[in-house]
T-cell receptor, first 113, second 111 residues
Framework: ETGVTQSPTHLIKTRGQQVTLRCSSQ?????VSWYQQALGQGPQFIFQ???????GRGNFPPRFSGLQFPNYSSELNVNALELDDSALYLC????????????FGSGTQLSVL | GENVEQHPSTLSVQEGDSAVIKCTYS??????FPWYKQELGKGPQLIID?????GEKKDQRIAVTLNKTAKHFSLHITETQPEDSAVYFC??????????FGTGTRLQVFP
């Protein structure tokens, strides 16, 4: 049990819609990262949040955006959904920005039809 | 560029045998290399990690070795058990903000 919780566990959307995924970090952790895992692939870095600001970003378009709240929980928002956005979205927390040890939640499985 | 290659993609072993998974990374500045185990329907679980100032680390049946010169690192599982069956990912930490993952190895341990 890592302590990182994500909601919802599953979600079905249609192309063009918008989606918000939520994550609560492990107790004592102030940094949250989001990853996208396509079927049969390794997770790919979307972005990281530290002290409520985006602290690093992978190769994802601006329609992927996020927020971090004062309690260190986080949201991932995806606008104008495309079929290729169908994937497992993973949230990971770490003790602080400089700590590379990431603890993952179980993810949200997003299906875009 | 940022890249981690992982081999093999699938690995089948008999219970009690050893399993070895190998990874290669591209950025010599990387200094942290974790291994994750992912079971069906779950997120990746950190099982062992190693930093670049160490050549080998062991935790019970699991060991990781690192060759910084060659940019290779490997996961060794001894005395495999059916519950070791899962997908294993290696990763390298880049630019102080992200893990770059390999493509995964599906390990099957047959009783």
């Amino acid at each position: 049990e890592t302590g990182v919780t994500q909601s919802p566990t599953h979600l079905i959307k249609t192309r063009g819609q918008q989606v918000t995924l939520r994550c609560s970090s492990q107790s004592g952790h102030n940094t949250v990262s989001w990853y996208q895992q396509a079927l049969g692939q390794g997770p790919q870095f979307i972005f990281q949040y530290y002290r409520e600001e985006e602290n690093g970003r992978g190769n994802f378009p601006p329609r992927f955006s996020g927020l971090q709240f004062p309690n260190y929980s986080s949201e991932l928002n995806v606008n104008a959904l495309e079929l290729d956005d169908s994937a497992l979205y993973l949230c990971a927390s770490s003790q602080d920005q400089a700590n590379e040890k990431l603890f993952f939640g179980s993810g949200t499985q997003l299906s875009v039809l | 560029g940022e890249n981690v290659e992982q081999h093999p993609s699938t690995l089948s072993v008999q219970e009690g045998d050893s399993a070895v998974i190998k990874c290669t990374y591209s950025d010599s500045a990387s200094n942290y290399f974790p291994w994750y185990k992912q079971e069906l329907g779950k997120g990746p679980q950190l099982i062992i990690d190693i930093r670049s100032n160490v050549g080998e680390k062991k935790d019970q049946r699991i060991a990781v070795t690192l060759n910084k010169t060659a940019k290779h690192f490997s996961l060794h599982i001894t005395e495999t058990q059916p519950e070791d069956s899962a997908v294993y990912f290696c990763a390298a930490f880049y630019n102080t903000d992200k893990l770059i993952f390999g493509t995964g190895t599906r390990l099957q341990v047959f009783p």
